[in-house]
């Protein structure tokens, strides 16, 4: 019995010294932890928020459980800020700019002054720009250009200002007003005026144009007016708006003559017997025909010049012989060659122009040639004179030479009548093989080569016609159409 107590009571003294060595384990275990902290496990730990005890990681347990660490809630996250001081900025002191003269950037001074001056090359400042990538912009000190700078009526500018200022401009001089340096490169402003530009037509008076002095030398042309100013400048430098490279011309006196007007009704100036046709209908109708006179009659065809034919006055004639018409087709007018073509079997006669017949612009359009004795023209039996009755000039003159007004008057209605009329020399070829002599207004006095059916080149001289409103005569034997033939039988040599 004793023995069993004894049993009992060693049973109850070890279950009490395990329970004290848990305790002490368990005590142990927590005096890890420092005061105020927890030991715990990580999943505890965050669900409560707590961090490291001292923000270092210690272990306060290691038992079968999972791995716990000591936490405490009073250690507060520190959160880095970044406070931006701003630095001191260092500023140069700068020169100031003269009396009369501003602080200003190139484009601010442009759009100030329009053309300016720099009073010094050295930079009195700088102009803030919106990004610290971009570099500040230099200011000078500039002024606006002094007015004696340049001459007259011209400005100080580059030249792109001038083309927007004025459009049409001219540089006064060639020399810079004042220059502009921008980086190694040098910009120079000059001394520009509007350009004028004036209508030819205004400039000179009724009768005279606006000639460049060689070419009115070459029609032996004289002055309007000595004294006048030119009437206008012609560029001869391929550089525009280079002083000095324009050549004036000058309001020069052009020389009056009849004008031919196309008409579809033969006028009635034919002498009794003469009936006034071409020479196709002529030789229709009387297969044998004879011409009254040399005189063109009129014209027949369209209502312009493009297509006209001249009219003679003719006749029933005779048997026409060899000695005195040559066979149809041997002596005609090549309008390809703009000359006569062809032979003439009568001893003494060669094939020459008898008729031609111009548009408005001077070409050749129509032509007739006839065969006619060689040698010097007859002296002129009806010499040139002014015919007051009709206020145009008549009369003949010798070969080369035609008759034309020399001085002239204009009635109320602004047309012009002759006071005074002479023999001229008209446009032709001289020894020297240059052409000179004068061409009705408009017309120049220009060389012509005309090619031969042998393959030899000719040279001549030839001019337009234009026209020019003259008082109308009355119709009889010597009246406008015998003035026409006068000038025609005088310009070209005809019979």
């Known amino acids: 019995m004793q023995q069993q107590t004894t049993s009992g009571n060693g049973r109850w003294i070890l279950i009490i010294v395990v329970l004290v060595m848990l305790a002490c384990i368990a005590g142990a275990g927590a005096a890890d932890c420092a005061s105020g902290c927890t030991c ?9 928020g707590l961090t490291y005890c001292g923000g270092t990681v210690t272990a306060c347990s290691d038992n079968a459980r999972a791995a716990m660490y000591c936490y405490g809630s009073g250690i507060a996250l520190v959160t880095p800020r970044i406070t931006l001081v701003p630095l001191p900025v260092t500023t140069t002191a700068v020169p100031a700019c ?11 001074a442009t759009n100030r002054y329009g053309s300016y001056t720099r009073c010094s090359a050295n930079i009195c400042g700088y102009e803030p720009v919106l990004t610290h990538v971009a570099d500040p912009i230099p200011k000078y000190c500039v002024k606006k250009p002094d007015a004696g700078t340049c001459p007259g009526d011209c400005e100080c500018m580059m030249e792109s200002a001038a083309a927007d200022k004025f459009g049409s401009y001219e540089q006064c001089n060639s020399n810079p007003c004042y220059s502009v340096v921008t980086g190694s490169a040098t910009v120079n402003a000059y001394c520009f005026r509007q350009a004028a530009v004036l209508p ?11 000639l460049l002095e060689e070419v009115a030398s070459g029609q032996r042309l004289d002055r309007c007016d000595p004294n006048a100013a030119p009437c206008a400048y012609k560029p001869q430098s391929p550089v525009a708006n280079i002083p000095g490279s324009e050549k004036p011309l000058y309001c020069y006196r052009m020389p009056e003559i009849p004008t031919l007007t196309p008409t579809a009704t ?16 002529a030789k229709d109708r009387f297969e044998t025909y004879s011409r009254c006179s040399e005189t063109v009659c009129g014209t027949e065809g369209a209502s ?10 003719f006749r029933q004639g005779t048997a026409v012989t060899t000695t005195t018409v040559p066979p149809a087709g041997s002596c005609t007018y090549d309008l390809q060659k703009n000359a006569c073509s062809g032979s003439c079997q009568a001893t003494g006669e060669i094939c020459r122009v008898n008729t031609l017949i111009r548009d408005t612009s001077g070409a050749i359009i129509a032509g007739e040639c006839h065969c006619k004795a060689g040698g010097e023209e007859p002296a002129p039996s009806d010499p040139c004179a002014c015919d ?6 008549t009369g003949t003159c010798a070969e080369g030479q035609t008759c034309w007004m020399t001085d002239t008057t204009a009635d109320a209605s602004g047309k012009l009548s002759c006071t ?10 001289g020894a020297d093989n240059t052409c000179s002599g004068a061409c009705p207004a408009g017309g120049t006095c220009t060389a012509t080569v005309i090619t031969g059916d042998d393959g030899t080149e000719n040279a001549g001289c030839s001019c337009g016609l234009s026209s020019t409103a003259v008082a109308p005569k009355p119709e009889d034997d010597g009246g406008v159409i015998g003035s026409i033939g006068n000038f025609f039988r005088s310009l070209f040599g005809w019979k």
């Open 420 to 429: 005074t009329c002479a023999c001229t020399q008209i446009c032709t070829l």
């Open 388 to 393: 007051p009755t009709w206020g145009g000039c």
């Open 266 to 281: 033969p006028v009635p100036v034919c002498p009794d017997g003469c009936s006034c046709m071409s020479e196709a209908t």
């Open 200 to 210: 030819v037509a205004a400039l000179c008076p009724s009768g005279c144009a606006c």
């Open 98 to 108: 003269p009396a009369g003269c501003e602080c200003l950037t190139d484009a601010v």
């Open 304 to 313: 312009s010049l493009t297509h006209m034919i001249p009219q003679y006055c």
């Open 40 to 48: 715990l496990s990580p999943a505890d730990a965050g669900t409560r």
